[in-house]
């Protein structure tokens, strides 16, 4: 009998698993991906509606402190290649990180007809754009550096494959 390496659910069962449950526990582990895919379009919808920054303008900014950390520069036409939305779409996405004093635009030396786009202020801490993340960070910290390392390589593959799918 193996004890799960995984900390105790809310509720303080601890999950026991045994060899012949193995299917069990891979059905659930399929089981708990799709509950978390739904309760992220859940609230994708909620956040459309309600709740700040979109989720692609959570991605952008991302995108944009990623890219500046690098030494790169970014326009806007990088960042809708990287979302795989429209420029037009990007083009009121920016806008709105920009009266929102998260973003702002420097000219391009080489190209005066484009523009990077470049974090207002570079000390801003992720946290702020998406509160989150905070809280994965927490539970995260929970899991043992071994556990961390299996989850993230479960969840790489299966990042993968949603973007895969359809491409």
């Not at 806007?76 to 004093?101: E, N």
């Not at 570079?122 to 550096?145: C, K, N, Y």
Request: overall charge negative; hydrophobic content about 35%.
């Amino acid at each position: 009998m193996v004890t799960s390496p995984f900390p105790a659910p809310p509720d303080g069962r601890m999950q026991v698993t045994t060899p012949t449950d193995t299917g069990d526990a891979i059905a659930e582990a399929v089981r708990a991906v799709e509950r978390l895919r739904q309760s992220e379009s859940r609230l994708a919808r909620r956040r459309q509606n309600a709740c700040g920054p979109s989720e692609n303008a959570r991605a952008a900014m991302r995108y944009i402190l990623e890219c500046t950390d690098e030494g790169e520069s970014v326009t806007p036409t990088g960042i809708a290649q990287h979302l795989g939305v429209s420029t037009a779409s990007v083009t009121g996405m920016l806008d709105r990180l920009h009266a929102g004093g998260l973003i702002a635009f420097t000219s391009n030396p080489t190209d005066r007809r484009s523009k990077f786009v470049v974090p207002f202020d570079r000390d801003i801490d992720l946290t702020d754009v998406d509160p989150l993340s905070t809280r994965i960070r927490e539970f995260a910290g929970e899991l043992s550096p071994t556990e961390a390392e299996h989850v993230a390589q479960f969840l790489e593959r299966v990042r993968e494959a949603v973007d895969q799918e359809c491409a």
